[in-house]
T-cell receptor, first 114, second 110 residues
Framework: SAVISQKPSRDICQRGTSLTIQCQVDSQVTMMFWYRQQPGQSLTLIATANQGSEATYESGFVIDKFPISRPNLTFSTLTVSNMSPEDSSIYLC???????????FGEGSRLTVL | RKEVEQDPGPFNVPEGATVAFNCTYSNSASQSFFWYRQDCRKEPKLLMSVYSSGNEDGRFTAQLNRASQYISLLIRDSKLSDSATYLCVVNWRNTGKLIFGQGTTLQVKP
């Protein structure tokens, strides 16, 4: 298993601002992912963070709104840009999959936009 | 139709009860199946993988029916500590793109 640290664990932000979430893994991993969990909902994949190239975004998510960096095999950032209250959510970094398909998740970053 | 569907519950059961959760998935090419557990305000954590032959881990039994595209989780002798949301998860092509069901909430009461 991997130890995944996310920062910040929570934040309250004003509408129109941007917030960058960091994800640090204690070992080199090939695949890193960013998920979103809106209040009362399940998890939705935002994008795959690719090392050395642009992130791969899922339908409904765009780079301008959620720019992602992946400078090396242990670190990634997700920025939530020009935030609105609809962006209030938990954002989770994950790594994997293992050979059985399991993903490990960070503790999440709880974002509230006022 | 959602890719992974679960009954959201909540399921309220007394301690010691047996409870079963069901899940259906729409993509017949799905390769890996899991049950994750998510406690309130925590990240999801793997409870168990689900194998075609069915598998058991203590009080937990998971079953997969590929023909019906159906997954189940059975919890026997429920404990208070089993109270959580149980997420049915499917991995298509063994990529990192896990597809999550909406989760089933279990509340075990004394």
């Amino acid at each position: 298993s991997a130890v995944i640290s996310q920062k910040p664990s929570r934040d309250i932000c004003q509408r129109g601002t941007s917030l960058t979430i960091q994800c640090q893994v204690d070992s080199q991993v090939t695949m890193m992912f960013w998920y979103r969990q809106q209040p009362g909902q399940s998890l939705t994949l935002i994008a795959t963070a690719n090392q050395g190239s642009e992130a791969t975004y899922e339908s409904g998510f765009v780079i301008d709104k959620f720019p992602i960096s992946r400078p090396n095999l242990t670190f990634s950032t997700l920025t939530v840009s020009n935030m609105s209250p609809e962006d209030s959510s938990i954002y989770l970094c994950s790594v994997g999959p293992t050979n059985t398909g399991e993903l490990f998740f960070g503790e999440g970053s709880r974002l509230t936009v006022l | 139709r959602k890719e992974v569907e679960q009954d959201p519950g909540p399921f309220n059961v007394p301690e010691g009860a047996t409870v079963a959760f069901n899940c259906t998935y729409s993509n017949s090419a799905s390769q890996s199946f899991f049950w994750y557990r998510q406690d309130c305000r925590k990240e999801p954590k793997l409870l168990m993988s689900v194998y075609s032959s069915g598998n058991e881990d203590g009080r937990f039994t998971a079953q997969l029916n590929r023909a019906s595209q159906y997954i189940s989780l059975l919890i026997r002798d429920s404990k208070l500590s089993d109270s959580a949301t149980y997420l049915c998860v499917v991995n298509w092509r063994n990529t990192g793109k896990l597809i999550f069901g909406q989760g089933t909430t279990l509340q075990v009461k004394p």
